[in-house]
């Protein structure tokens, strides 16, 4: 980039290429592959190796959008969360927010787990948790819900299109014919 003061020519370095013109003469940028995400599949993006004539057509039904999917394959994804509990953070009045990764640890060493589990946050204070084993689903349902300093930490059962704010959240549950088969 050149500007000119008082009628001399000046070189003025710019480090933020996006602020420079365009040179013909510099070399073209490197192509660094972008990951696949659902959304360049359905743009029918360049990165997609799935043909859009492959995806469900979508419904569209007032203000909802359905898409038909699979329900064998529907059944089967849905036993991958036979092992999950919902949760829900109730904290005082004036209690600092807690961090994911904070409450994690407290109910870790409240719980104490022997295989490795997953806290994901859902909002309005409630979260999907994960577990590895039924045995510790169990140990952690059968103590039901969790006193922390900064309030109470509640268990309900999992269940499929949960929506949070949406129900009502209390530990309760026919635990022999849920958890044992």
Request: net charge positive; hydrophobic share 40%.
């Amino acid at each position: 980039m050149t500007a000119t003061s008082s009628g001399t020519a000046t070189k003025v370095a710019c480090s933020w290429a996006f602020m420079c013109p365009l040179d013909e003469s510099s070399p073209p940028e490197s192509h660094i592959p972008k990951a696949k995400t659902f959304a360049s599949v359905l743009f029918a993006s360049t990165e997609s190796s799935v043909p859009i004539t492959q995806l469900p057509i979508p419904v569209v039904r007032g203000d909802k959008t359905y898409v038909k999917i699979n329900e064998a394959l529907y059944q089967e994804q849905l036993k991958n969360f036979k092992t999950n509990i919902i949760g829900r953070l109730l904290l005082r009045k004036g209690s600092t927010p807690l961090k994911t990764s904070a409450l994690k640890q407290l109910l870790n060493d409240l719980w104490k787990p022997v295989a490795p589990w997953r806290l994901v946050p859902l909002g309005k204070g409630y979260f999907d948790i994960h577990f590895t084993t039924i045995d510790d689903l169990r140990r952690v349902w059968g103590r039901g819900t969790c006193s922390l300093a900064d309030g109470l930490f509640r268990l309900a059962q999992w269940k499929p299109n949960f929506v949070p704010g949406e129900t009502s959240h209390i530990h309760t549950l026919n635990f022999g014919s849920d958890f044992m088969g």
